[in-house]
């Protein structure tokens, strides 16, 4: 079964940074492409950042935000920096179809919510 566990989100101050991770189990990690979507209050599905299986591709959509993946420890990550309020967010992790960074997304996690407030 797969499963996808998201966890670092929070409340943080405008202009802070968190680090999100996601640890990933039930499939071989190392063999598919993960991205991070993230749904505002009151808006749809945004991807924010994918990454190929092997860590070598990376596109986002936003120059504030790096993915980065560690296949040794099954696990994903999300670096958020120069947080805006306009960032608040549940961010999902979500698992590609294949090896490629754009694959489209067959399983999700269930969300972390992250907080930019004063």
């Known amino acids: 079964e797969v499963q996808l566990v998201e966890s670092g989100g929070g409340l943080v101050q405008p202009g802070g940074s968190l680090r999100l991770s996601c640890a990933a189990s039930?499939?071989?990690?190392?063999?598919?492409?993960m991205s991070w979507v993230r749904q505002a209050p009151g808006k749809g599905l945004e991807w924010v950042s994918g990454?190929?299986?092997?860590?070598g591709i990376t596109d986002t959509v936003n120059s504030r935000f790096t993915i980065s993946r560690d296949n040794a420890k099954n696990t994903l990550y999300l670096q958020l920096n120069s947080l805006k309020p306009e960032d608040t967010a549940v961010y999902y992790c979500?698992?590609?179809?294949?090896?490629?960074?754009?694959?489209?997304?067959?399983?999700w996690g269930k969300g972390i919510l992250v907080t930019v407030s004063s």
């Open positions: 979500a698992k590609g179809g294949s090896k490629w960074v754009h694959a489209a997304i067959d399983y």
């Open positions: 039930g499939f071989t990690f190392g063999s598919y492409a």
């Open positions: 990454i190929g299986a092997s860590g």
